[in-house]
């Protein structure tokens, strides 16, 4: 028997042979929905450059600056760690009762920043079940200047954000509670609970453990490069916030400052313990899942997901 026979094909393979078998019209979602992560982020980069149908469905690409400045990624690598969040998402929201393919579920992207996690929602929901939320009308200009194709809506620093009671069933935030302090990060859980429906389910991601000695670190290196002061900046004197940690406390230091007008004390770097989730959370939430990054090792992130009491 040929070898060729035994191998697997290639994304590029995978994808083209989908969208022949697809209806002129339809949608992203109707012709890769179950396609794997290797080939939807095939898809949203060399995919979306070669193949004319996709360029036409999907947003055009902010250049690799303005992609970095949002996620320290741009291109291949930026959606590789996107899809990675994304299966996460929804494997959590499965796990905690929520049916992510009812037709109509209604899910916020919170923090959409050029909408990289948006985009790569499309592979699961249409564009149509999707809001993009973010506080920096920059981002949001981004975002439309691309095409992105969903309803966007600036967010407040603080809440009440403006969104009617129970009318969400998943909101995502990736890289936004890793930065928030305490205080904004308590006020969002309670708005986000009361924005989501019953049984509703909130995931969002904060900065791992390792994050604190990986400043520390970062802070021994001779020449720390500019894009990395900032980290180097954070919880100086690791052990006590090692210590903290492990005491389940919230850590935050708003040492960071890229400078983009943030109230003080609003932004920097947040790790998140796991009791410190279930313990909070529990007063607006039935259930709460906390996940370690070397955990699910998907990214360099834990994960938070809780679901509204029905
Ligand atoms: C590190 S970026 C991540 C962007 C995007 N989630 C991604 O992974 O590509 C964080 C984004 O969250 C936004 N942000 C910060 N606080 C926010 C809040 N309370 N509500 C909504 N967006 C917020 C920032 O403006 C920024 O665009």
Known sequence: MAFSVFKGRSP???????LKDSSPGDSLCAMLRGCSDAEWVWALTEGRAEIERLTGLLPTLPDAMQQR??????DKEAFAQAAGAVGVFLAEARA?????????LRVIDIGCGWGRITQTLFRDFEPGQILGCDVMPEALEICRASGLGVELKQMPYMPPVDLADGSADLMVAYSVFSHLSEEAHMAWVEDFARVLRPGGVLVVTTRPRAFISYAESVRRQPDIPPHARATANAFKDS????????????????????????PEDYYGEAVVPGA?????????????RFTPA????????????ARKAL
């Open 12 to 18: 590029r393979e995978a994808v083209t042979e989908r």
């Open 69 to 74: 400045r949002f996620t320290g990624r741009n």
């Open 96 to 104: 905690l009762g929520l049916d992510v393919s009812r037709p109509g």
């Open 239 to 262: 052990q006590s916030w090692l210590d903290r940690y492990d005491r389940g406390e919230f850590c935050f230091d708003a040492a960071f400052s890229d400078g983009a007008g943030r």
């Open 276 to 288: 410190y989730a279930e313990t909070h959370w529990g007063r607006f939430f039935e259930s709460v």
């Open 294 to 305: 070397d955990k699910h090792r998907k990214f360099d992130q834990s994960v938070i997901a």
